[in-house]
Nanobody, 123 residues
Framework: QLQASGGGLAQAGGSLRLFCTAS????????MGWFRQAPGKEREFVAA????????RYSDSVKARFTLSRDNAKNTVYLQMDNLKPEDTAVYYC??????????????????WGQGTLVTVSS
């Protein structure tokens, strides 16, 4: 089970931090990531971490603004979102996969999802 939190309202240029904690299972051989879905749009990749080696991937749209990190002991990943833009407005979902997949950016390759947390960025 994945529990996501931390969304809210921010102004453009501001920051928010999202949290996602895994319980009941671990993804120590796989990955945890963040996706987002804006109204009327498909769910898109934001960032993911390959748990065994800590390698992190970002989408081009958030690179250099968002930072994904983890706490192994707490089985938690964080998404620090800085310099937010109105186009970052979406419901953010954390996702987990037990085994790493080369197509880590495809939401269809994740079978564990959190409930989503809304991020709204005003201009």
């Amino acid at each position: 089970q994945l529990q996501a939190s931390g969304g809210g309202l921010a102004q453009a240029g501001g920051s928010l931090r999202l949290f996602c904690t895994a319980s009941g299972r671990t993804f120590s051989n796989g990955a945890m990531g963040w996706f987002r879905q804006a109204p009327g749009k498909e769910r898109e990749f934001v960032a993911a971490i390959r748990w065994p080696n800590g390698a992190i991937r970002y989408s081009d749209s958030v690179k250099a603004r968002f930072t994904l990190s983890r706490d192994n002991a707490k089985n938690t990943v964080y998404l620090q979102m800085d310099n937010l833009k109105p186009e970052d407005t979406a419901v953010y979902y954390c996702a987990g996969r037990v085994i790493w997949h080369i197509h880590y950016y495809d939401p269809g390759n994740y079978n564990n999802w959190g409930q989503g947390t809304l991020v709204t960025v005003s201009s």
